[in-house]
């Protein structure tokens, strides 16, 4: 069945150095890869995607790359602040199947002041 | 626009009571999302429904739990005879009609706890 695996569970950087989360998917038919962020005790909030007609996006202090050949996304966050401290999801979706959108386990980042 | 909203925010039920969690889509919203979010771990997906249809409940546990979006008011969760592994956050997600996969906005959760 579809899946979406995320590495590493647990992420610790210094501020000011940069942080890499990757994820892969087994369905190949997946086409969009939204990157949630979610504070303790707070809803998810999407903060970047990514479609599969594109290899690399950015957003200021984040980008997201894509490789459909080996079926692998990641987040990178350069310049890490002590606010960028949260779980991050990665997750895929399709244009088919009601367009069901299919998490990663989370990566908890801490951001050492 | 109020964006999605569930209530209640905290739950709490003894086992073998119900649990009813309702959500609220944006307006112009006819598509809803649960997720099943259990304490340090992922966003599971449970049940897509649109307006009066069960679209995909493939994440539905098959026995005591049940979702519907009636064509008037909110779409509810309904967890009968709650155990203590129903302990969780649940969270629901809205779309309007789309033809291509989009990120989602979602409500702030409704917090379970069986005690």
């Known amino acids: 069945g579809e899946n979406v695996e995320q590495h590493p569970s647990t992420l610790s950087v210094q501020e000011g150095d940069s942080a890499v989360i990757k994820c892969t998917y087994s369905?190949?038919?997946?086409?969009?890869f939204p990157w949630y962020k979610q504070e303790l005790g707070k809803r998810p909030q999407l903060i970047i995607d990514?479609?599969?007609?594109?290899g690399e996006k950015k957003d200021q202090r984040i980008a997201v790359t894509l490789n459909k050949t080996a079926k692998h996304f990641s987040l990178h966050i350069t310049e890490t602040q002590p606010e960028d401290s949260a779980v991050y999801f990665c997750?895929?979706?399709?244009?088919?199947?009601?367009?069901?959108?299919?998490f990663g386990a989370g990566t908890r980042l801490f951001v050492k002041a | 626009n109020a964006g999605v909203m569930q209530n209640p925010r905290h739950l709490v039920r003894r086992r073998g009571q119900e649990a009813r969690l309702r959500c609220s889509p944006m307006?112009?919203?006819?598509?809803v999302y649960w997720y099943r979010q259990l304490p340090e771990e992922g966003l599971k997906f449970m049940v897509y429904?649109?307006?009066?249809?069960?679209?995909?409940e493939s994440g539905m546990p098959k026995e005591r739990f049940s979702a519907e979006f009636p064509k008037e008011g909110p779409s509810i969760l309904r967890i009968q005879q709650v155990v203590r592994g129903d302990s969780a956050a649940y969270f629901c997600?809205?779309?309007?009609?789309?033809?291509?996969?989009?990120?989602?906005?979602f409500g702030s959760g409704t917090r379970l706890t069986v005690v």
């Open positions: 997600a809205s779309s309007p009609d789309r033809v291509i996969a989009d990120g989602y906005t």
């Open positions: 369905d190949s038919a997946s086409n969009y």
């Open positions: 990514i479609r599969s007609n594109v």
């Open positions: 997750a895929a979706s399709k244009n088919t199947g009601g367009f069901k959108t299919i």
């Open positions: 307006k112009g919203h006819s598509h």
């Open positions: 429904l649109q307006k009066e249809n069960i679209i995909d």
